[in-house]
């Protein structure tokens, strides 16, 4: 991806202590490519924005008047990792960084766990939101099995699932991971590319994001979204546990609170759909955005 401006993002704000004033480390680094109206993408877990290296060239190419800000978070892909819940701070800092550049209310494009924070920006950050993007990521990811699972069920799936990953010895977890990124791109360079990401990131900053995702559920919170949002979503991973009608429903129930959402699913694409369908996907950005 072609850097035209990297930036270390500090807290926008100031922690006061007594008479001093202190910033919080970066929760995420920027990289800026394009001039005009500005577009945030956010990489999924244990990924690094290079995720969005085909995506930016076309979103924000010189023709495009389109401006891309590429986040990759602390503590992912080689970046270094931060102490305490790297999603809160990740929001609340990225709020900063769009009144801080000025950005107004840029659209959001977020795959994954990133398509999570950009909905907790649309919830909680209405101000600096425009139109969002959510690339195969959902409300509830630990509801998907079990839609009246409760609040205090999802923290216990949360907690059963960081025990077993911290239990885990280096080979089982490498193996449980490259288990899990084959299952989400098709083409072998991809998935290595993707597995090499997993493997430079800080292993506890990925339970406690994954233990974050898990323990959530924002399908009412959803209902506070006043931005146009477009779900992209995909299927045929799961061809063989479920039909993609089942898969359908299962988005359209999770968004079912929030207002005028458009959902699509890809015909052949894997989670990383940047990867498995770029022309669709970069396709239904460019229609809905414009």
Known sequence: MKRTLQTCILLAGVLLAGASQAAAPAAFTVDVTGQGRPLILIPGLASSGEVWQGTVARLCSPQAARQC???TLAGFAGAAPIEGDLLAQAEQQLAGYIGTQKLGQPAIIGHSLGGFLALKMAIDHPAQT?????VDSLPALGATQLPSITPPQLQAMATQMQSAMRAQDGATYAASQRRTVTSMATAPADVERIIGWGQRS???TVINAMGTLIASDLRQDVAKIKSPTLVLGTWIAYK???PRAAIEATFQRQYAQLPGVQIALADTARHFIMYDQPDWMVARIEQFLD
């Open 69 to 71: 800000h590429v986040l």
């Open 130 to 134: 425009g139109k969002l993007v959510i």
């Open 202 to 204: 800080d292993r506890e």
């Open 240 to 242: 063989d546990y479920a």
